[in-house]
């Protein structure tokens, strides 16, 4: 899942491809370079970063996905409305990624159950384990155990969606990495994959470029790359990366790993 960030403040590429034109052009590279999901984004939520308005929001993206998806990629709207999800998916998205999980919208879960595609089907629904907004989330990383804790509450609004009338064959799950946790918290959650796993669902992974890999004193797209290639290895559906050349060949030798270690259990 490659990146597409159309606004100004996002902490790793904000103001980079802000512009229609800019963005579209970005999201084709991504494509190119191997993405097989584009994530089209017009809210930063980096630490701290404030709201923008509906129609702000929904003038950044809705123009980007339409024309990504004529093209015949497959978009996503990372988006906390549910408004600026309908009118995306409307324009041609054929996934909503809303790393608050419904909380930041009570519609959300209802409307994305309403929705369909250009595929005649619902849209995926990625589920991110959230705790409150940008403004505070940095004060809200408590936890006794964190890979539990997180898994336990993202699993409360799994069943809140799912009573809204999202199916389990259209759900992905994400454990938030960076929201509501510290540094060491984020390396927790990994190491405790089972804790993820547990959803019994398909789990996207979202590392790029954040500030918990810049402690390694190393370049962090190719932390990323390390990620995402751990992530792979355990199963991941997709990781979500600025960065695609890296981590695409960081996942296929991560998955290769995974299925050389299925094979010889096998035996």
Request: hydrophobic share 45%; with cysteine.
């Amino acid at each position: 899942m490659g990146i597409l960030n159309v606004t100004p403040a996002s902490f790793s590429d904000g103001g980079e491809h802000s512009g229609t034109a800019e963005a579209v052009a970005h999201g084709r590279l991504l494509a190119a370079q191997g993405a097989a999901i584009i994530d089209v984004g017009g809210e930063s939520t980096r630490p701290g970063a404030p709201r923008v308005e509906e129609d702000e929001e929904l003038r950044r993206v809705v123009p980007v996905v339409r024309a990504l998806a004529e093209d015949g990629h497959v978009v996503s709207v990372d988006t906390m409305r549910a408004s600026v999800a309908a009118a995306c998916v409307e324009a041609g998205a054929l996934i909503i990624n809303d790393v608050s999980a419904g909380l930041a919208d009570a519609e959300m879960g209802r409307e994305a159950a309403r929705l369909r595609t250009r595929l005649g089907t619902p849209p995926v629904f990625v589920a991110m384990h959230w705790r409150g907004h940008s403004d505070v989330m940095t004060g809200m990383a408590n936890y006794a155990d964190v890979a539990r804790d997180s898994a336990a509450e993202l699993a409360e609004r799994l069943h809140a969606l799912r009573e809204a009338g999202v199916e389990d064959r259209f759900l992905v799950v994400d454990p938030g990495l960076g929201f509501s946790k510290t540094g060491e918290q984020n390396w927790e959650v990994l190491a405790h994959w089972e804790a993820i796993a547990e959803h019994g669902l398909p789990i996207l992974v979202g590392a790029s470029r954040k500030r918990f890999l810049g402690t390694l004193d190393v370049d962090r797209d190719a932390a990323t790359a390390a990620v995402s290639a751990y992530s792979a290895e355990h199963g991941a559906w997709a990781v979500r990366v600025h960065e695609v050349p890296g981590s695409l060949a960081a996942v296929r030798v991560g998955d290769r790993l995974r299925r050389a270690r299925a094979a010889r259990s096998r035996r």
